[in-house]
């Protein structure tokens, strides 16, 4: 598309990157170890970290500064190989799946996943047009204390069962065909963006 004259990082033929959106309100430990799992068990080359403008199933006044969340997750990530991106908002896209459907061109170039925790997951089937996003890309979905259960039985999970990998074959998910998604066990931790919100601001 001719939105697409951005600052994207160089993508070469072959190589294996996921795109790890959220609105990172704020960004914490459990999202880097989301982040750094996504690295190793699906092989990565790069991890997109995107932060997006705004969720659009919350209310904008939950949300913080989109700058502060950017600085945040700058902040939070030293890894060479996780590079914090901000193109949803030079996009001007307001959701996941038209976001993807902008970037149909540069998807084509590379083997591209999409990275989320259990909790989104649970609510992927509440997502604009959600079922486009499966169809773009296949999904990893990380385990979080707590969405287990509500993860994998949840609408998304149900609907694309048939298109379920193994745990074991997480690797394989990148430039996989589409629909493909696998639910992948990590160390859990106790990180919540809400339970940090919710935190007193240190004196």
């Given amino acids: 598309m001719s939105r697409l004259p951005l600052p994207f990082p160089a993508v070469s033929p072959g190589m294996r990157i996921g795109i790890f959106g959220g609105s990172f309100n704020p960004a914490h430990a459990g ?93 992927l089937h509440r997502w ?16 979080r204390p707590g969405y287990t259960l509500q993860a994998l039985h949840s609408p998304a999970a149900q609907r694309l069962a048939p298109f379920r990998l193994d745990a074991s074959d997480s690797a394989a998910l990148p430039g996989h065909p589409t629909p493909a998604w696998c639910f992948i066990p990590i160390p859990r931790r106790s990180d919540s963006s809400t339970a940090l919100r919710r935190r007193p601001a240190a004196k």
Avoid: C
């Fill in 128 to 143: 604009h047009n959600w079922l486009r996003i499966p169809q773009a890309l296949p999904l990893a979905v990380f385990d």
């Fill in 31 to 123: 999202h880097l170890a989301i982040a750094n799992e996504a690295l190793k068990r699906l092989r990565l080359d790069e991890l997109w970290w995107l932060v997006s403008p705004q969720n659009p199933l919350k209310d904008p006044s939950e949300t913080d500064d989109f700058e502060r969340r950017v600085a945040l997750s700058r902040k939070l990530v030293h890894h060479p190989r996780i590079k914090i991106m901000t193109f949803e908002r030079q996009l001007g896209t307001t959701n996941t799946a038209a976001t993807l459907r902008a970037l149909r061109p540069l998807l084509a170039r590379a083997r591209f996943a999409w990275v989320m925790g259990a909790d989104s997951f649970a609510t």
